[in-house]
């Protein structure tokens, strides 16, 4: 760790307390002269990988930050309302302001259900934060178990929460805009199919939900299906806090940034996780990339302070995992630019390794708190179009 001599503190504000934010967080600490503050709507962490086993009734999801945070970061619990650039305020909900002289932005992003689809908002429940997942898990527990129920979205929230449940024995029906597990490659969505297939799980592809009703779920050919219970995990938005503290975003509403997480605005802003998108094309968003955006921020920052050019983005993707209840999974393959290839790890070894994959997201979270600087991650990937840090105040190409 850094120790300068005779230096006031640099205040960091990190908006955020997910994957990327705490490990972020953590990584500051690399300097003995940084004060830290960590502002999150909930007084504790949520693994957001274990939502849909919440949900079921067979894991948590749930961790004290105080085993995660290092000694000496504040944790605020309380929601940023806006970014005041010109005073250097993140002010919050509650009323009270935090003076930072750099901002961590890693708001994460949150279930979306669209507003365009009469009687989603209303009917539909989400999975992908803790407070939908804890009403969706009552109404579980009040339903019989042969009552229907509908899983929108075929991507790998959606097929995680119906294999969940298919697993006890429910009646579910996924379905998919466009077709199952969009992301894999042919054999690995042959080996989802058949595992939900033989579950009794019916899948619709493609298929699109035109309205949500109370007890039905009616679909854009006109066809209506019962419906007890309707999840909706049909992909997924942002807070839309960078926008309201006038700050440049993707059409997403993601933080603009150049190629070291810096937002083109203004260099004391820096995006990290599922919030950030660097020169207009963001990464998949993702537990997986969450730390190494999260670390990457956290070093941009710690350059600013220290005055040198900090380092843009590698980060190389190596796939992604989907579990299909609580004994099987299948562990995608994939090139660094996070393509997949024609092959996959299932079967008991593939649920082992995504068991492995989610304890891992904490525990490196853990080893920063500890070590602050330990953690590394693969790189050398691309993505289309990267490009060298943009000008501040002028929006990447």
Not at 213 to 234: C, E, N, Q
Request: glycine content about 10%; overall charge positive.
């Amino acid at each position: 760790m850094s120790t300068p001599a005779h230096r006031t503190p640099s205040k960091v504000v990190v908006i955020g307390g997910g994957y990327a934010g705490t490990l972020a967080a953590n990584r500051l600490r690399m300097r003995t002269d940084v004060d830290i503050t960590v502002v999150n709507s909930r007084p504790e962490f949520v693994e957001r990988v274990r939502l849909h086993q919440f949900v079921a009734g067979t894991g948590e999801a749930t961790v004290d930050y105080g085993t995660l945070l290092g000694e000496g970061i504040r944790l605020v619990v309380d929601s940023a309302a806006r970014i005041d650039v010109a005073a250097r305020a993140v002010r919050l909900a509650s009323g009270r302001a935090l003076d930072y002289d750099h901002v961590i932005y890693a708001v994460s992003s949150t279930g979306a259900i669209p507003s365009s689809v009469p009687g989603a908002a209303e009917f539909a429940l989400g999975v992908a934060e803790l407070e939908s997942a804890r009403r969706l898990r009552a109404r579980l527990e009040e339903l019989p178990l042969d009552a229907p129920v509908t899983v929108v979205g075929g991507g790998l929230t959606g097929i995680e929460t119906a294999a969940e449940l298919a697993e006890q024995g429910r009646a579910i029906t996924l379905v998919c805009g466009r077709t199952l597990a969009p992301s894999f490659g042919a054999p690995g969505r042959r080996a989802v199919a058949k595992w939900l297939s033989r579950h009794g799980v019916v899948v619709l592809e493609p298929a699109v939900v035109s309205e949500v009703r109370p007890d039905a779920v009616v679909f854009a050919d006109g066809a209506v299906r019962a419906s007890a219970l309707t999840i909706w995990a049909g992909g997924f938005g942002v807070p839309g806090l960078a926008a309201a503290s006038g700050l440049q975003t993707d059409a997403l509403g993601r933080l603009l940034t150049d190629e070291t997480l810096t937002s083109v605005d203004d260099d004391r802003i820096v995006a990290a996780g599922d919030a950030a998108s660097p020169s207009g094309r963001p990464l998949r968003m993702s537990c997986y990339a969450a730390g190494p955006l999260g670390a990457q921020a956290a070093d941009t920052v710690l350059s600013r302070i220290a005055g040198t050019e900090p380092a843009m983005i590698s980060l190389a993707f190596s796939g992604a995992c989907v579990s299909l209840g609580r004994r099987t999974a299948v562990r995608q393959l994939a090139r660094k630019e996070d393509r997949p290839v024609n092959a996959y790890v299932g079967g008991r070894m593939g649920a082992a390794i995504k068991e492995a994959t989610c304890k891992f997201a904490v525990s490196r979270i853990r080893r920063e708190a500890r070590r602050p600087n330990s953690v590394i991650w693969l790189k050398g990937g691309s993505r289309p179009g990267q490009s060298a840090p943009a000008p501040r105040g002028a929006a990447s190409p």
